[in-house]
């Protein structure tokens, strides 16, 4: 927690500029932290609760890597699956499809996190085989999740039906 604190201080200061993108940060700092928004990660990091260390990307990213990038003007943070002559493969941990990545949208590179109040490093052999099991369950995820929705779909509608007949028999 200590250290938390000390990275809230001093780096999260920086960024508390509102008018600084965070590209700006990284090129004038080379380490950008702040919370996380958004589901796409989880259950790895949580929205708005959890915090992100990523530091400017300086060499090319390795599968298992969670790149930040930009698109359509807005910052992702995703886990790359596999690299390309032009870019990457990315995915993020709670999507269920791919992304073909270009190099130049890639600034930056998660390489720590809070999540609550412990601190976790993304070279650690636990996170690590954590960001395997992940990426090597992801068919029988999709498929179960794909799934799911279809039956929750099928569920709604006629509840949906029920609801309104039963509204007009009032």
Not at 23 to 52: A, F, H, W
Not at 59 to 64: G, Q, S, W
């Amino acid at each position: 927690t200590a250290l938390l604190k000390f990275c809230r201080e001093t780096v999260f200061a920086s960024n508390m500029d509102t008018t600084k993108s965070i590209e700006q940060v990284l090129q004038e700092t080379g380490i950008y932290v702040g919370p996380t928004v958004g589901t796409s990660m989880l259950p790895m990091l949580k929205n708005r609760r959890d915090t992100i260390v990523v530091k400017t990307k300086t060499e090319r990213l390795k599968p298992l890597d969670v790149a930040l990038y930009t698109r359509g003007g807005k910052y992702i943070l995703h886990r790359v699956l596999s690299v390309t002559d032009t870019g990457y493969i990315i995915r993020g941990d709670n999507c269920y499809f791919d992304e073909i990545v270009p190099e130049e949208t890639v600034i930056g590179v998660l390489t720590e996190f809070f999540r609550k109040k412990k601190h976790y490093f993304c070279t650690d052999e636990k996170y690590i085989a954590y960001a395997k099991k992940r990426v090597k369950s992801y068919k029988l995820r999709r498929v179960f999740v794909l799934t799911w929705r279809k039956v929750l779909a099928g569920i709604k509608k006629p509840i949906k039906w029920v609801l309104r007949y039963d509204k007009r028999r009032k």
